[in-house]
Nanobody
Framework: QVQFVESGGGLVQPGGSLRLSCAASGFTLDVASVGWFRQAPGKEREGVSCISNDNNSRYYIDSVKGRFNISRDNAKNTVFLQMNSLKPEDTGVYYC????????????????WGQGTQVTVSS
């Protein structure tokens, strides 16, 4: 059974940092591109960042460039999203998802999804 579990979300003040983790079981992440997506209340889900299976390609939406960093630890079968200089508009439920094709991740598609972790940026 394939399962993705996100963790690391929470409440943080503007300017703060959080590190999200996406741990997979029943699926070997090093064969897949993995992405982070978010959905704010009343808004559509959007892709935030993707990393290719070989670590050679990374994608970020413009609004998080220079603030977020995606990485992976294949030995731990986990992908991370380091989020710095957080803004209220970063608030939302963050999901990780995996797909075998990097461009599918960039286009917002995934084959396996986690349940999400809430990130709230507020003073």
């Amino acid at each position: 059974q394939v399962q993705f579990v996100e963790s690391g979300g929470g409440l943080v003040q503007p300017g703060g940092s959080l590190r999200l983790s996406c741990a997979a079981s029943g699926f070997t992440l090093d064969v897949a591109s993995v992405g982070w997506f978010r959905q704010a209340p009343g808004k559509e889900r959007e892709g935030v960042s993707c990393i290719s299976n070989d670590n050679n390609s990374r994608y970020y939406i413009d609004s998080v460039k220079g603030r977020f960093n995606i990485s992976r630890d294949n030995a731990k079968n986990t992908v991370f999203l380091q989020m710095n200089s957080l803004k209220p508009e970063d608030t939302g439920v963050y999901y990780c998802a995996a797909t075998r094709v990097f461009l599918r991740c960039v286009s917002g598609q995934g084959d396996y999804w986690g349940q999400g972790t809430q990130v709230t940026v507020s003073s």
